[in-house]
């Protein structure tokens, strides 16, 4: 049946070239906003509305949803959240890489990676239920689609990580996890190649993955391998999905260490493969470096690595580990863990793998960011912006409409959020208005704090949250729950 058009509205951005986020041809239209709520895109000169903006020149694209961030606190102490609306971003998913806030309260250190959210004033909701309240309480201009983190399960079950779980402790983690499913989180996500993940068995895993049955929530991994057994981590992700039956994500897919440059062409075969009897997607961020805690065990001579925040030594922040070792006169690992507990950008991936990646039909987009590091790799504040400038103007690697759709439509399909990322009657008012001819990142390595260029207005539940460069400093963000 067809929508009757309204003669009225809030909203009505006018002429602008609407990219809708399911991969369709971009057309010329007006979308019409009442409330938190589009009513109606097409030709709508007739429609009234209460304000008119004129996007002759811009884009209108559904609010791109950050499907990989560790945004957990942030959302709650950082209002502004500028980092992700100046590129365009109304919706975070967070509890990535086995980390999550909730459910865990801590007292002293914090083990990394845990510590990438905070210390331990952090970590105070003993309950999935008690941080979705502390979320209410926080006005925030983004959405948050939480998920559960498997390592923090295993810290606030277990006195010794470093070991597998028993029965009793299995049985603790599902109790915790079965409340943060009724609570409403949208997945479960683990970090087998963190050491507060590393010693879980694949058992361990499928035990709590059991209790996402009928839920209809997620699973994404932080692979136990990202270089020389990345192929043996896929398999070993794949089982364990299937042998629980739920829907698999692979967390910011890599091949990393001059021994794997190229290797995507082999992992993207296998999740094509594997694809044809379960549920997989992945995701990716535009850039050949990553960046997490450091750790001795991750230092790699020969590749670079910036200091990106550190305890011990603050005035090492932004500085490139060798230049601290060789002031200091020893060894790079043993730099690192002078500076311990600290964080780091590496530089380990080839930029084909990347493209490759990033090309691919399945993957999402995802920033990775750390909006807590003192020197933060530049995806906290350019990822979106970076595919639509770099990727898809510069190289021609997407096509607009294609980029567009790994930001939105694909991301909350695969989530399930429900009338999210796609712009039509009905769905909610999450969009972006962007120049595509301008759009570019402004982070670098260097100066990673720099909002990008070419955002105009970022709209969240029918609220103007950005507009040319200025946060309104409204708070229309909400937290998008799975049904009970």
């Known amino acids: 049946m067809a929508r009757s058009r309204p003669r009225s509205c809030d909203i009505a951005i006018r002429n602008a070239t609407i990219i809708d986020g399911t991969g369709a041809v971009r057309r010329q239209g007006d979308v019409a906003i009442a409330g938190d709520r589009i009513v109606a895109l097409g030709d709508l000169g007739a429609v009234s ?155 361990e895993v499928v035990a709590l993955l059991d209790v996402l049955d009928g839920t209809g929530a997620v699973y994404t991994t932080h692979m136990r391998n990202e270089g020389d057994g990345v192929e043996e981590s896929l398999e070993e992700s794949f089982e364990t999905a299937r042998r629980a039956g739920v829907a698999l994500v692979i967390s910011h897919h890599k091949c990393e260490g001059m021994r794997n440059f190229g290797r995507s062409e082999q992992t993207l075969r296998r999740i094509d ?125 997407l096509s607009l409409e294609d980029a567009v759709r790994k930001m939105t439509g694909l991301t909350a399909g695969r989530f399930g959020l429900v009338d999210r990322g796609i712009l039509r009657p009905g769905g909610f008012a999450d969009l972006v208005l962007f120049a595509s001819d301008t759009i570019i990142d402004r982070a670098t390595f260097e100066a990673p704090r720099q909002a990008a260029a070419g955002i105009a207005l970022v709209m969240v539940n029918g609220e103007v949250a950005y507009r040319y460069g200025v946060a309104t400093g409204a708070g229309p963000g909400r937290m998008l729950l799975k049904a009970a």
């Open 49 to 203: 509305a209460a304000l008119d903006i004129d996007a002759s020149w811009l884009v209108a694209a559904p609010g791109f949803i950050d499907v990989h961030t560790h945004d957990d606190r942030a959302v709650i102490t950082e209002g502004a959240m500028l980092p992700k609306i100046s590129q365009g971003v109304t919706t975070v998913v967070t509890g990535n890489c086995g980390i999550s806030l909730a459910p865990l309260v801590l007292n002293g250190t914090v083990p990394p990676p845990l510590d990438l959210l905070g210390d331990a004033s952090a970590f105070r909701y003993g309950s999935f239920a008690d941080y979705l309240k502390a979320f209410e309480t926080s006005p925030c201009p983004v959405n948050v689609a939480p998920m559960v983190g498997h390592s923090t399960l295993r810290v606030g079950t277990m006195a010794d990580v470093s070991r597998p779980a028993n029965d009793a402790e299995i049985a603790r983690m599902q109790d915790l996890l079965r409340e943060g499913m009724a609570a409403g989180a949208v997945g479960f996500s683990s970090g087998l190649y963190y050491p507060t993940g590393r010693a879980a068995t694949m058992e």
């Open 273 to 397: 493969e594997a694809r044809l009897s379960q549920p997989v997607g992945l995701d990716v961020y535009p850039y050949a470096a990553s960046s997490t805690v450091l750790l001795p065990e991750f230092v790699d001579n020969g590749l670079r690595i910036i200091v990106t925040w550190s305890k011990s030594c603050p005035q090492a922040s932004g500085r490139d580990l060798s230049a601290v070792a060789e002031e200091w006169g020893v060894s790079e690992r043993e730099a690192a863990g002078r500076l311990a507990p600290a964080g780091a950008i590496y530089f380990r991936m080839d930029e084909g793998d990347v493209q490759r990646i990033l090309g691919y039909p399945h993957t999402m987009i995802g920033s990775d960011g750390l909006p807590h590091d003192e020197h933060p790799h530049p995806r906290l504040w350019g990822t979106f912006p970076r595919v639509l400038g770099h990727y898809v103007r510069e190289l021609g690697l």
